[in-house]
């Protein structure tokens, strides 16, 4: 079938996607492959459609995906549709899930015959630079040629460039061999095994997205609902996944971690579990930032822990609101947190706490996790990781929201959620500047303790700058006393010098150790506030302070970001694998959507990163980085054209 014909057939809805395809994830390089793999004839594989009765399945891309009572669903080859799709008609095609800018914009070169995406320096008033869509909407006549007439000394290549110019126009007209699955017996189960076995070299459909598409066959909104909801949290600062999101609603539902549990479940029940699912994370949302100051999905540990207390929330509507059992919830979160209770096996771990919440409520949940643990005593040396894979981190942002912290310069303010103002939300201060420790030798790991950490506004962060404590610590006593006994921070002045640095850590790490183990046990006495408690479930929403997300990276990732025009790069990033929600280590920096935005494979740079994090993100599908040189030599390759795979 010729290309013009299955994008007619797009536009037409004849064509279409199943309901458990993902959306579209290729990068521009894949695409500018592609795109020289049919100017120069090269073969570009075959497309595998599946023909199914109406009824049998949901299909991606508008009700007039059935024709005939049948519906002709794209199993492989959507990345190359939606690119050709993009490139020809100037847009995304009905069924595209993705960010477009990984197609549009793509020019042509009529003296190098290279494919490149948009840039105004270096394509701006030079008519050799072709604009592919515009070329293939007006025709090689068109104003293409008349730019190219109105330059005297390119008018003596005219005939080779009209050759180049219709070899890209008739891409259009190229026969792609287009294999059908069809019959009674091809169910969704069989199609998603063909589906895997076809995709072999990408990315396979996870235990959710089988679960999604059978759920999606009783209750076609199934997946705009759960976007929905996805949408509203990360509206409040809380980015999660589709499937964390399936994960609780199924845990609510059956009462299992398991996606299996789904095949009995009928639409109305499964439509129950969403919305109440969408009630229970809000509550519990709002109840970790009122009574934790977790208000940003930054400092957001522990998220498999959700199911269990949404699960908790729903059956127990009465007790949730109780003020000892909020606090004793956040004790079992915040521990379930720091020692990555469910950074292993995650639906194990899950049907053994909701087994253990069924038989003996909060009590026994914490209980099991003793048993885990050994014991749940913060010591020290739980303080001495680096602040990358340092699962202490955000306690320690817990800590400054809920002990009346205070700024050590600016204004001297408590360090309160709610702070309003372009430069109160709060940011990483390091209390030993970052460059002075480096001059003097010590590591990296030294460097970047969580014991050397703070939170301060932005407004102090830049008036402190690279001072030394010596510096500011003296002006802080004086100008704000208390601020620094606020933050744990030593008030030994023998402390203050850089020799002295490793003391230092030692003494604030004692610090940090003695609040958290009064404030963890202070939950399971101190209630709430009646306020707090007494807020109904239906009334809670997320209300989280703008601009909350406070770390930055590095200058020397600033830089790579300035000089090569990448995305902004999240700064201490936790990865997971997206297939399971797994922790499996933290960034220096990530570009969790791509070098560009959202159209590339998701980058991640960590600087002596713990033995198998590496392997164990590679893994995920994470192209990874272990130093600055290689990132910086990689973005310079890159810079200068090499292209990516072809393949589907």
Known sequence: MKV??????????????????????????????????????????SLLVWETSVGSTVARGGANAVVGGSAHLLLDGQQRITSLYGIIRGHPPAFFEGDEKAFLGLHFHLDDEMFEFYAPAKMSGDPRWVRVTELMQTGVGGPVIERILQRPELSAQLPVYLGRLNRIAQIKEVDLHVDEV???????????????????????????????AKVCADWPP?????????????????????????????????????????????????????????????????LLSARLGIDHD??????????????????????????????????????????????GSTETVLNQDLTAMDAGGLDQLIAVLEQSRGDLTVRPSDFAGTTLGARFYPLLYVLTRTHQSRDLAAAGLELRKGLLGKLSHLEVHHIFPKAVLYDQGYERGEVNAVANLCFLTQEANLEISDREPRDYFSVAEEKFPGALESQWIPTDRELRSVSRY?????????????????????????????????VELRELRPSVVEN?????????????????????????????????????????????????????????????????????????????????????????????????????
């Open 4 to 45: 013009q014909d299955i994008l007619s057939k797009v536009d037409g809805g004849d064509i279409a996607l199943p309901e458990f395809q993902r959306g579209y994830v290729w990068n521009r390089e894949q695409v500018r492959g592609l795109m020289r793999s049919f100017y120069l004839g090269y073969p570009v594989g």
């Open 502 to 534: 490793r003391d230092f850590l030692e003494a604030r790490r004692e610090l940090l150790t003695k609040v958290s183990n009064s404030f963890l046990g202070d939950l399971l006495i101190v209630p709430a506030s009646t306020a707090t408690a007494s």
């Open 548 to 648: 909350s997300r406070s770390e930055t990276p590095s200058a020397e990732v600033q830089e790579l970001v300035e000089q090569y025009g990448l995305a902004p790069a999240l700064a201490l990033a936790v990865i997971s694998n997206p297939l399971t929600g797994e922790e499996i280590g933290i960034a220096d920096a990530a570009w969790l959507s791509g070098l560009q935005g959202t159209y590339d494979e998701p980058v991640v740079l960590t600087i002596d990163p713990d033995p198998g994090d590496v392997e164990a993100m590679e893994a995920a599908g994470y192209r990874v980085f272990t130093s600055l040189l290689s990132l910086a030599s990689f973005l310079a390759i890159r810079s200068a054209g090499q292209s990516g795979s072809v393949g589907d």
């Open 298 to 343: 930054r400092v957001l540990g522990g998220r498999y822990a959700f199911p269990v207390m949404a699960r908790y929330v729903i059956d127990r509507p009465t007790t949730a609101k109780d003020p000892l059992d909020q606090g004793k919830l956040l004790y079992w979160y915040l521990h379930s947190s720091i020692w990555g209770r469910f950074a």
């Open 222 to 286: 199934a997946r705009q609902r759960l976007r929905e909801l996805l949408g509203h949290w990360s509206h409040a600062g809380f980015d999660f996944t589709l499937d964390w999101l399936l994960r609780v609603t199924t845990t609510i539902i059956t009462n299992q971690a398991m996606f299996s549990g789904l095949r009995d479940v009928d639409a109305g029940k499964f439509e129950e579990g969403v919305s109440k699912a969408g009630e229970a994370v809000d509550y519990l949302l709002n």
């Open 182 to 212: 069809t019959g009674e017996d091809k169910t969704i189960d069989v199609v998603v095994d063909i589906f895997n076995r076809v995709n072999s070299g990408g990315s396979k459909l996870s235990k959710g997205d089988l679960a999604l």
